[in-house]
């Protein structure tokens, strides 16, 4: 569905007048019903990748595919295609907020599609209704509402007009608990229905459970791509654990590295020295272990 050959974007900073390579010969696929994640430290090229996908940034080099067609810049009726192809929920959702209403918002891609009014409505009640908002906000301004609300509304109008490749940018950001296991569930939803879903997130935590794939993107280049089945293959814990930010992979590492004998530091007490010693024992299984002076994790669920 989407597939990207040897990508290179080169940003000006505007004000330092520096070139940045924002992306760096960048390889990567999304099939239908596959959903991938994009993990990486802010600066790495995440909303850069997706914006190219959204056939919103000139490449600098390489070729970009969607659907099996190859985008090319300034094509106005292939921007017509695409926008009824992708569907995209922005980092900042207030930056592309538009209209004066939820209701307009959330239809506006329908509408631009030329949809007829009736079946847009209907588009946007659906699209609501999956990302779990009040139709009470249909007349709402979307600039006055919560930042989780915001989210939920950048979401229903990449969803509203049912694209078969979505690209989600960090859509958890700004979420309370249940909003974000509300998230996790359309994803995968979307994804039993056959769409591509390529999703940035800071935290491989939170795309546990959905995602078929990992791409790990450092300053601009692909690192690494995991395959992230349950279980974890061998070795790609360490390699995915610098991503684990509300601890859920690093726990359940520590657990089992105890369980098979090897002393880790706690990472919730020692982070760096923990992710340390455990890239030491990937690089090197025989390697000593650090000296234990944490205890060892309590038995049971954490
Ligand atoms: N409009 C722009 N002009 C110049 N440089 C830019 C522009 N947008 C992004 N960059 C640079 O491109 C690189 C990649 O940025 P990008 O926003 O894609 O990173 P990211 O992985 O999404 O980060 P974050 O996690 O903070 O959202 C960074 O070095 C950034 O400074
Ligand atoms: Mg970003």
Not at 92 to 97: G, L, N, Q, V, Y
Not at 133 to 138: A, C, E, K, R, V
Not at 258 to 276: I, Q
């Amino acid at each position: 569905m989407l597939a990207l050959r040897d990508v290179s974007v080169r940003l000006i900073d505007p004000e330092t007048g520096v070139a940045v390579n924002a992306l760096d010969s960048v390889f990567m696929e999304v099939e239908k019903g596959e959903a991938v994640v994009l993990v990486g430290e802010s600066g790495a090229g995440k909303t850069t990748l997706l914006s190219v996908a959204a056939g919103l940034i000139r490449v600098t080099a390489g070729s970009v595919f969607v659907g099996g067609r190859e985008l090319t810049w300034g094509d106005r009726g292939q921007d017509r295609w695409l926008r009824a192809k992708v569907g995209v929920a922005f980092q900042f959702p207030e930056r592309s907020f538009f209209a004066t209403t939820v209701r307009e918002e959330v239809g506006l891609t329908a509408s631009l599609l030329g949809w007829e009014p009736e079946r847009v409505t209907a588009a946007v009640e659906r699209a609501l209704s999956a990302v779990g908002l009040s139709f009470n906000l249909l007349d709402r301004s979307p600039f006055t509402l919560s930042g989780g609300e915001k989210r939920r509304v950048a979401l229903a109008a990449a969803l509203a007009h049912e694209p078969e490749l979505l690209l989600l940018d960090e859509p958890e950001v700004g979420m309370d608990l249940r909003g974000q296991k509300h998230v996790r569930e359309l994803i995968q939803r979307l994804k039993n229905e056959g769409k591509a879903l390529l999703v940035a997130t800071h935290d491989v935590d939170a795309a546990m459970g959905w995602a078929d794939r990992c791409v790990v993107l450092k300053k601009g280049r692909v690192a690494d791509t995991l395959a992230l089945t349950d279980p974890w293959p061998e070795g790609a814990g360490a390699r995915l654990a610098p991503y684990s930010w509300d601890y859920t992979l690093l726990r359940r590492i520590y657990r089992e590295a105890h369980a098979r004998g090897w002393t880790l530091p706690d990472p919730h007490r020692a982070r760096d020295r923990f992710l340390a010693a455990l890239t030491a024992r990937a690089k090197n299984p025989a390697a000593p272990g650090e000296a234990e002076d944490f205890p060892k994790p309590m038995e049971g669920p954490q």
